[in-house]
């Protein structure tokens, strides 16, 4: 099998696809037309060699992903109803930006993720060590506390998952994420990508972002439990707040290394992740393969423009006529 060096995420009624260089976005509008927004992307992981060191590599990506995360679910909304601006920085944000000489856009970028990592922290980090300090009265072993908080922690993110794939929105998302997938795949096995050869493989895929909040969760019960458990449910929480970075980057090096192997012993490790894919990943339509197929040749970046916009019009099944060459040279200007 080849290695796919390409990653990607489902969005609103769309798929972002990353590669090396280029990250692409594709959304299918209301009205079936599809359209397509390149950016030039290249990971600090890849152009700064501390960056690129293990363990640090994998702190400096999971911030990326949370950061570029954000503003491809903001693009995407702006892609998918052209009514819709995407969302301007506040007063606030401009104050900040002025005191600090920085784009106001940045600013407002910034507490966006600030506020999803404050958010994931306080419902998979501090409520479940609190729910486990009250149901561990009388433990005292610190290594089954932290087993219990660990426990509780999976118990806590599979049923936000669960909870969430019943809004519509977040179902169309979780079958983006599959086509994401099968597009992937389709790739890594050497088949031509048609939207026939891609519906014919998994949604599944190793190297998913679900697999990685799975080891995440793992990588830190036992990373917490080589420093106890404290009675001062601040020295608690501030221990496990200044260790996060390490569990991001360990899981992250776990992650790439069991995605390169298929023996037996790996299929096993990754086994919990691959199932938990299955609440994250739907089976996709034609036409949500099509939109994920257009995003990753994009990224890929061997396709030329004439042939994405060929392709962009072939998806969208007469619902968009054909650009001209300086539609397509104006519209990847302005997305750089």
């Not at 796919?4 to 769309?14: A, D, K, M, S």
């Not at 972002?16 to 927004?37: D, F, P, Q, Y």
């Not at 922690?153 to 049923?159: D, G, K, N, P, T």
């Amino acid at each position: 099998m080849k290695i796919c060096e390409i990653g990607g995420q489902g969005v609103l009624e769309g798929v972002m696809m990353r590669g090396l260089k280029i990250s692409a976005l594709a959304v299918r509008k209301s009205s079936k037309e599809v359209v397509l927004s390149k950016t030039q992307f290249v990971s600090k992981t890849r152009t700064n060699k501390f960056y690129g060191l293990p363990i640090i590599r994998g702190i400096v990506s999971f911030v990326e992903m949370l950061s570029f995360g954000v503003k491809t679910i903001s693009d995407s909304a702006a892609l998918y109803d052209e009514a819709t601006t995407t969302e301007q920085p506040s007063k606030f944000d401009k104050f900040v930006a002025d005191k600090l000489k920085l784009n106001p856009m940045d600013v407002m970028m910034f507490f966006a993720v600030v506020l999803a990592i404050g958010f994931a922290v306080l419902l998979f980090f501090i409520l479940p060590n609190f729910v486990a300090k009250f149901i561990s009265n009388s433990i005292e072993s610190s290594l089954i506390k932290n087993l219990i908080e660990g426990l509780i922690r999976i118990a806590v993110f599979v049923l936000y998952v669960l909870s969430i794939s019943f809004v519509k929105d977040i179902k169309r998302l979780f079958m983006y994420h599959g086509a994401e997938h099968k597009v992937i795949n389709c790739y890594e096995h050497e088949k031509e990508l048609t939207v026939k050869n891609a519906q014919s493989f998994t949604t599944l895929n190793p190297r998913c972002g679900t697999s990685f909040l799975l080891i995440v969760m793992v990588v830190a019960i036992l990373l917490f439990s080589l420093f106890g458990w404290s009675e001062l449910w601040y020295v608690r929480i501030g221990i496990r707040l200044a260790l996060l970075p390490i569990v991001a980057g360990i899981s992250y090096e776990i992650l790439k290394l069991m995605a390169k192997s298929d023996n037996i012993i790996v299929k096993i490790l990754r086994a919990p992740g691959m199932a938990l894919q299955r609440l994250t990943t739907k089976e996709p339509t034609d036409e949500m393969v099509e939109v994920s197929l257009l995003a990753f040749k994009a990224a890929e970046g061997i396709t030329s423009n004439e042939e994405l916009e060929e392709l962009r019009v072939e998806f969208s099944h007469g619902a968009v006529k054909k650009e001209s060459e300086e539609d397509i040279e104006e519209n990847e200007a302005s997305s750089d």
